[in-house]
């Protein structure tokens, strides 16, 4: 068994770990796994993980057609799960991916101090990545007239994925079954279009979010939100401490790419400084 490093050990130990509850929040119409990476870090150093699935946000197996609910019945049941484990421990944090991100600062202008730390990875307030064409700028006439009614978003190559094994692993997923670790294979307009009135919301009230601590990890050569997305995030937060981390080999998703072990790694080190209360 390999020696593990002394700060290691201080999270398993030490209470303030087990006081400190985690949620995560997955991508649009997509599963926890895209977060299973983090999660099993955040286990085996002893904190309380929670990955969330919320009706009408998250992908339902279950379900013939995903079907969307309003982005506000998103908060109501991020903000239930806040009020609940806040009964149990001394500080609750939010971690999200892509939409995730949107949903976990969505949450935070709800609970106001009821979140104390959050973690923002390929934070997506504007879609401006390499990748995304031109004729986005006629989305609204899909998302907010009769034109869209039937139209959907295909997921297509790279999927959010740099590393060729891993989108190779995606696109056999999609093909036997309707979502893979990357995500759904079919986005819905009700999907997009709540997601849209989720960005517009957080954007106008990003000076509201009142928790001391953010990291936002985001890859330099994301092909969905640029970089810019984090000057977005500066701009607007108002929190104490806002750190950045810019990741040089994954695109979208940053928690199955190249780096997704360097993601665990900087999320780890900043629940550590949020559970001891030490300058993230």
């Given at each position: 068994m390999s020696a593990r490093d002394p700060s290691d050990m201080l999270s398993v130990l030490h209470p303030a770990v087990r006081r400190t509850a985690i949620v995560l929040l997955h991508g649009l119409c997509s599963t926890p796994d895209e977060l299973l990476t983090?999660?099993?870090?955040?286990?085996?150093?002893?904190?309380?993980?929670?990955?969330?699935?919320?009706?009408?946000?998250?992908?339902?197996?279950?379900?013939?057609?995903?079907?969307?609910?309003?982005?506000?019945?998103?908060?109501?049941?991020?903000?239930?799960?806040?009020?609940?484990?806040?009964?149990?421990?001394?500080?609750?944090?939010?971690?999200?991916?892509?939409?995730?991100?949107?949903?976990?600062?969505?949450?935070?202008?709800?609970?106001?101090?009821?979140?104390?730390?959050?973690?923002?990875?390929?934070?997506?307030?504007?879609?401006?990545?390499?990748?995304?064409?031109?004729?986005?700028?006629?989305?609204?006439?899909?998302?907010?007239?009769?034109?869209?009614?039937?139209?959907?978003y295909r997921e297509r190559a790279p999927y959010g994925v740099k590393n060729e094994r891993v989108r190779a692993w995606i696109e056999r997923e999609l093909r036997q079954r309707k979502v893979s670790s990357a995500g759904s294979a079919l986005i819905g307009i009700g999907h997009l279009r709540e997601h849209d009135r989720l960005i517009r919301h957080v954007r106008r009230n990003l000076g509201r979010v009142q928790c001391a601590s953010v990291l936002a990890l985001h890859a330099r050569q994301d092909e969905v939100a640029s970089v810019a997305n984090l000057d977005i995030l500066a701009r607007g937060?108002?929190?104490?401490?806002?750190?950045?981390?810019?990741?040089?080999?994954?695109?979208?998703?940053?928690?199955?790419?190249?780096?997704?072990?360097?993601?665990?790694?900087?999320?780890?080190?900043?629940?550590?400084?949020?559970?001891?209360?030490?300058?993230?």
């Open positions: 983090v999660q099993s870090a955040l286990r085996g150093s002893g904190y309380s993980v929670h990955p969330m699935r919320v009706d009408g946000y998250s992908f339902d197996a279950a379900a013939p057609v995903q079907h969307a609910k309003p982005y506000e019945r998103w908060i109501d049941a991020i903000e239930a799960q806040v009020k609940a484990l806040r009964e149990g421990h001394e500080r609750v944090m939010l971690i999200g991916i892509s939409a995730g991100s949107s949903l976990a600062l969505g949450a935070a202008i709800r609970c106001g101090r009821g979140v104390d730390a959050l973690v923002l990875m390929s934070t997506t307030l504007r879609f401006d990545g390499w990748a995304i064409p031109r004729t986005r700028m006629l989305l609204p006439l899909a998302l907010y007239t009769p034109l869209g009614r039937l139209w959907q937060l108002r929190c104490k401490e806002f750190r950045t981390v810019v990741l040089p080999d994954s695109y979208h998703m940053i928690t199955i790419d190249n780096d997704r072990h360097h993601v665990a790694r900087e999320t780890l080190a900043f629940a550590d400084a949020v559970a001891h209360a030490l300058p993230a």
